[in-house]
Nanobody, 125 residues
Framework: VQLVESGGGLVQPGGSLRLSCAAS????????IGWFRQAPGKEPEGVLC????????YYKDSVKGRFTISRDNAKNKIYLQMNSLKPEDTALYYC???????????????????WGKGTLVTVSS
């Protein structure tokens, strides 16, 4: 079971980035998935999560209207489109997956079972 993130980098405030996460060793079809981040000196936090059916999503308030999560089960990938980036979005971003029975809000708040190693996003001029 492996999740591998890509797409991080340095971007100016107001810019955009698209993160990708490729899953291998298992199918994402029946998993809730999410993006989490950890800024320097801060605790990890859930940013955006989407249920296995794609019908429900959970957003951190600070990214609503700016970030979008999507999934492509055929390619076994998930994506995070980040627009209007701010310096406070700077963090190591992780994708995660979970097939457990907890609610999406709970999983997005407290974490999921499987994790990638992260990709660094730096927002700076």
């Amino acid at each position: 079971v492996q999740l591998v993130e890509s797409g991080g980098g340095l971007v100016q405030p107001g810019g955009s980035l698209r993160l990708s996460c490729a899953a291998s060793g298992f199918s994402l079809d029946y998993y809730a998935i999410g993006w989490f981040r950890q800024a320097p000196g801060k605790e990890p936090e859930g940013v955006l999560c989407i249920g296995s059916s794609g019908d429900n999503t959970y957003y951190k308030d600070s990214v609503k209207g700016r970030f979008t999560i999507s999934r492509d089960n055929a390619k076994n990938k998930i994506y995070l489109q980040m627009n209007s980036l701010k310096p406070e979005d700077t963090a190591l971003y992780y994708c995660a997956a979970d097939s457990g029975p907890l609610t999406l809000a709970t999983m997005c708040s407290y974490g999921m079972n499987f994790w990638g190693k992260g990709t660094l996003v730096t927002v700076s001029s």
